[in-house]
């Protein structure tokens, strides 16, 4: 064996055991006539001590290691005389008896140290030597046990997993599909799945009735820190529910994984609807961790002054900052930088402070009287020392999501975003369709197999804009973690949404036809739920993004800097799927 105890293990208890160990030399140590190794593997680091007085050449050869070699070691365990307290093996280090190098190591690009001297893309080149580190690795393991624990979770449920395939049929509604060539059908291509929407849904037709997969998902799409062109989804599908049996059991697996991974309780969710997240917050995954919940200016300001702005506004609202009417003009200047940049798209910021003293100062106070002032503090319900930030446009929802993304900073600003808090809820009632300016159509908002509100199918002929749907998603802390919907599992309707979607018959069949023959075959009530494992582990291990507890994820150029891919394939490989290049450089 290469070893009998791993680098985490060993106590106070095991002193005067003779062992062998095995890993990474992390860092080395000499002292007058002593060496110090401290030896890392994925369990820990455990203390080498190498003694020229008890052998020479031994303690030499320790002097020539360097960082990063893998190396064996055997000796006594000892108590250490200067413990260490921030390590699990502090009290004890090992007096080596016989050292064997395993395999040399060049010196690392970077150190492997939690707080690391290397920057994201040498660290993304080298992330075999990355995910050495403990915090790295660390996020890798909750990754695992959350997986586990959902597997537990689904299967004391009745669930199922059954595997998918990679390969399927393009089907380009919604977002950019990965295509593959296919060699043996020449001109023809394969799409990687963007989700296994359309198959398992196939799953219930088939009776299987719950269904669950930890998929691999694949989307052509612009990457940010929580998006990657490959994504894992905890995939679900269930027959004869309704949308209550879905929430109400996924919702439970959610509090299972709140309560075993941070030891936190969930409360009964709040739902609400997408019309009042919009409304109240600018966002279809509003952040509750704060307040500073939109207030609308419209009877307060529109028409009442001489501010131009605002007199042909679509719509102005503001949010109250708690305390921050000390804000100086350099802040405020920095928020008004903030709101224009392209990424928000806002023309300009308005402010009003209501100073501690009484007092009241704001960028249009030469528009408004005091008296119109002092009625937006009492529709603001803004107190004396708070500032009112203030935003309008021509268009509502637009100029809502303006004033989402300065709420946002302010709660950034402010540090009310706790990591270590979590809010979580439903959003209920969205529309059914959204209209998208690249295609100059209605599409889909979550696909095109959605089933609408009972209520407003009369509504698919002449107002589909006012459709809702029957989906849900579950949000935490501003992030959609997962989404779902009821499903649409009667032919006719389905027709009748594809029409609306603007798909020929024709077209309908070609892409689709496989499902809509299966629900002439009596397609069982089904419905589903798909949560990002990425985002949630992320959100559970409190980090930014999502690239770090993925092993070997993209850059945001959508690259894997480590493999050099994706990447030029040779001529001979083009012949074969009879491949033809027209690069417009």
Known sequence: MYRTSTCGELRLSDAGKEVTLAGWVQRSRKMGGMTFVDLRDRYGITQLVFNEADNATLCGDANKLGREYCIQVNGIVSERQSKNSKIPTGDIEIIAKGLKVLSPSLTPPFTIEDNTDGGDDLRMKYR???????????????????????RNFLDSQKFMEVETPILIGSTPEGARDFVVPSRMNPGQFYALPQSPQTLKQLLMVAGFDRYFQIAKCFRDEDLRADRQPEFTQIDCEMSFV???????????????????????????????????????????????????????????????????????????????????????????????????????????????????????????????????????????????????????????????????????EMGDRLGLRDKNVFKCLWIVDFPLFEWSDEEQRLMATHHPFTMPNPDDIPLLDEHPEQVRAKAYDFVCNGIEVGGGSLRIHDTQLQEKMFEVLGFTPERAEAQFGFLMNAFKYGAPPHAGLAFGLDRFVSILAGLDSIRDCIAFPKNNSGRDVMLDAPSMIDQKQLDELEIKLDLKL
Not at 135 to 142: I, P, T, Y
Request: aromatic fraction near 8%; glycine fraction near 8%.
């Open 242 to 408: 309704d949308q209550d049996d879905v929430i109400n059991l996924f919702e439970e697996m959610a509090r299972h994984l709140f309560r075993e991974i941070r030891g936190v309780e969930l409360p009964k969710l709040e739902q609400m609807t997408w019309h009042e997240a919009m409304k109240r917050f600018g966002s279809d995954k509003p952040d509750l961790r704060f307040g500073m919940e939109f207030v609308e200016l419209m009877d307060d300001l529109k028409g009442t002054g001489s501010f131009s702005v605002f007199d042909e506004a679509a719509y102005i609202g503001g949010i109250v900052v708690p305390g921050c009417a000390d804000y100086s003009r350099k802040q405020l200047n920095e928020l008004t930088d903030f709101v224009k940049r392209p990424q928000v798209g806002a023309h300009g910021l308005v402010f009003i402070k209501y100073n501690a003293d009484g007092t009241v100062k704001s960028s249009i106070d030469k528009f408004y009287t005091a008296e119109q002032l002092q009625k937006v503090k009492e529709t603001t319900g803004a107190k004396d020392g708070d500032l009112v930030l203030i935003l309008s446009g021509d268009n509502a929802n637009k100029t809502r999501i303006q004033l989402c993304s300065l709420r946002l």
């Open 128 to 150: 075999y030597l990355d995910l050495r580190r403990e915090a790295v690795r660390r996020n890798l393991e909750l990754r695992h046990r959350m997986t586990i624990l959902i």
